[in-house]
């Protein structure tokens, strides 16, 4: 059983600081990103988003794949603005 499928069956409450750590609630994220919460779902359905971990019903984002995900997006981005340069 993977560590994912672990935490599905743990109420949040009972998560262990450690692994809290290196979570973020998807509020929370929504609120550092400046978006709102249900663009952060729009983007895991259309599967252009940081990829997400669900315990129960609360949503966590792990803050390595926010970050590999935010340098991704900004390279992306230098690369689109370059082509409309020329």
Not at 63 to 80: K, T
Request: hydrophobic share 35%.
């Amino acid at each position: 059983m993977s560590a994912t499928e672990i935490l599905k069956y743990l109420p949040p409450q009972e998560i262990p600081a450690s692994i809290t750590n290196e979570l973020i609630r998807e509020r929370d994220l929504a609120q550092q990103l400046l978006v709102h919460i249900m663009t952060l779902r729009r983007w895991h359905a259309q599967g252009i988003g940081p990829s997400r971990v669900s315990v129960g019903r609360q949503r966590y984002y792990r803050r390595s794949a926010v970050l590999n995900w935010l340098e991704q997006h900004q390279e992306q981005g230098i690369a689109r603005r370059r082509k409309h340069r020329r």
